[in-house]
């Protein structure tokens, strides 16, 4: 059974930086780990990527070039350091794990375990 635990939200002002964990157990080595987010009213959309098994990484367009995401194989964390945050990034931030095959890394219903959210808020 996949475990992911979120941590790090919190509130910000505009260009200001956080840096998200997801502690995960349960899975094996060479596995798909993924960051989403959903802000009210709208559907939970895909943020990051991370392919344990080889290092592959792939991000939403919205957040290239200000997010960035790792993982940390001695500790079973995925991260998500998040820089020059706009208000538009506000949003209950999730941890995904298990991806199927065949599927898009973006899309929320490839993957089969979630964590419970952590809420980041960047204020103007």
């Known amino acids: 059974q996949v475990r992911l635990v979120e941590s790090g939200g919190g509130s910000v002002q505009t260009g200001g930086s956080l840096r998200l964990s997801c502690a995960a157990s349960g899975y094996t080595r060479s596995t798909s780990l993924a960051w989403f987010r959903q802000a009210p009213g709208r559907q939970r959309e895909g943020v990051a990527y991370?392919?344990?098994?080889?290092?592959?990484?792939k991000y939403a367009d919205f957040v290239k070039g200000r997010f960035t995401i790792s993982h940390d194989n001695a500790k079973n964390t995925l991260y998500l350091q998040m820089n020059s945050l706009k208000p538009e990034d506000s949003a209950m931030y999730y941890c995904?794990?298990?991806?199927?095959?065949?599927?898009?890394?973006?899309?929320?219903?490839?993957?089969?375990?979630w964590g419970q959210g952590t809420q980041v808020t960047v204020s103007s």
């Open positions: 991370f392919y344990t098994g080889g290092g592959s990484t």
């Open positions: 995904a794990a298990v991806k199927a095959a065949g599927t898009s890394w973006f899309m929320e219903g490839a993957y089969n375990y």
